[in-house]
């Protein structure tokens, strides 16, 4: 059987080649004749799953190793019987990771400590889930809204959640980890219009690592022209791969959509289509992946006379370098939209390994418990 699968997602060949004859394809260039005779195909977001894609192909598979699903066209898989999967929570670490290395990264730069702010989050799926676990760990207090889980009786959790514009009005920081939905009674395509930008505290920082058009970006940029928002944060872009150079420019940090490009959170997205799929066509999964070498294996650090945050920061900043990201972006960047997308795609598909922060032993020395504690919530081993 023929497997066709991105060339950007890790053990691919060797977990589907278990399975078939694994062909590898550049995913945003993968067309009909690529499929055409395939038994499975097997990508990320970047390809846009169509009746156009799919029609007469052999495909009786579908996997998708990322959380979201926009880009895929669910009615005529089920029209067409195709079974298939995604990759729900995949890399909810590595975003969360993502998020807090902004953070702390922008208090060290403008002097604030993130203990005591309010972090409003937008979306409590797995993804937003982690980000208010590691946002309480380092002491802010989480304000969160998810209409379609509060409409749940059953759902517990989301008895806490409040409206969302309760959330815009007391953050003093505000992250999405929505899907991208265009229609219904909880679409996010646009959600955040000039409007809701105008509910937000002044001053606020803003966070997309979720989907670039749950945003407009024309509001976004008045409301920072207005020092309403203080400070932008973006990894998911309106247009992407050919993002706005004008957004680029007033971003604190900008980033080519890797919040979740962990290597642990593309090996996740990898297997648990590899498992889906050998459930579909009934045989044991019979390959397991082993993770290489950290690059930071073990970080030693002496907190003696440090204030809890410069020492997370050390830390978190040694494992992930998320301004490395910010500066590759930056210096990717040209007047001409075709090579700043090209340029976007690129850093994606070449995204150095960086692993989640449980990879990295680490060595604390002359630390509080509470230090400790905060650490341990941040999913760091401490040894």
């Known amino acids: ?155 517990v959790a989301a008895r806490d959640f409040v409206p969302l514009e309760k959330v815009l009005a007391e953050a003093d920081i505000v992250t999405c980890h929505v899907p991208l939905t265009r229609e219904g009674q909880d679409k996010t395509w646009h959600m955040l219009d000039a409007a809701a930008f105008a509910r937000m505290k002044r001053g606020v920082i803003f966070v997309d690592a979720a989907r670039g058009e749950i945003l407009k970006t024309d509001a976004l940029l008045a409301a920072m022209a207005e020092e309403r928002i203080a400070h932008a944060v973006m990894d998911t872009w309106e247009g992407e791969p050919a993002y706005r150079a004008d957004m680029l420019k007033r971003a604190a940090i900008a980033t080519p959509h890797i919040a979740g490009h962990s290597y642990e959170g593309k090996v996740n997205g990898t297997m648990m289509v590899y498992e889906q799929a050998c459930q579909v066509i009934g045989v044991k999964p019979s390959f397991k992946p082993k993770l290489p070498t950290p690059p930071v294996p073990l970080l030693s650090l002496d907190a003696a006379g440090g204030a809890d945050e410069d020492v997370l920061r050390e830390a978190v900043l040694a494992v992930y370098d998320i301004m490395g990201d910010d500066w590759r972006l930056r210096e990717s960047c040209t007047d001409d939209p075709a090579a700043r997308a090209k340029a976007f795609d690129k850093q994606r598909k070449e995204y150095p390994m960086r692993r989640v922060f449980g990879a990295t032993l680490l060595r604390l020395l002359h630390a509080s418990e509470k230090l400790t504690a905060k650490f341990r919530g941040l999913g760091f081993q401490i040894v």
């Open 1 to 155: 059987m023929k497997i066709v699968c991105d060339n950007n997602m890790p053990y691919a060949a060797e977990a589907f080649g278990t399975l078939g004859d694994v062909v590898l394809l550049e995913g945003r260039a993968i067309k009909p004749a690529d499929v055409r005779d395939a038994g499975m195909l097997i990508t990320r977001s970047t390809t846009k799953v169509t009746r156009e894609l799919l029609t007469g192909s052999r495909v009786r598979f579908y996997g998708s190793a990322v959380i979201g699903t926009d880009h895929i066209d669910i009615p005529y898989l089920a029209e067409a019987g195709i079974p298939w999967s995604a990759a729900p929570g995949c890399n909810a670490e590595s975003v969360a990771n993502y998020l807090i290395a902004a953070l702390l990264w922008l208090g060290g730069k403008h002097g604030f400590q993130l203990e005591g702010k309010t972090l409003g989050v937008i979306g409590v799926g797995n993804v937003g889930k982690k980000v208010c676990a590691r946002a309480r760990a380092v002491g802010m207090r989480v304000v969160a809204c998810d209409p379609p889980r509060q409409r749940d009786p059953a759902d």
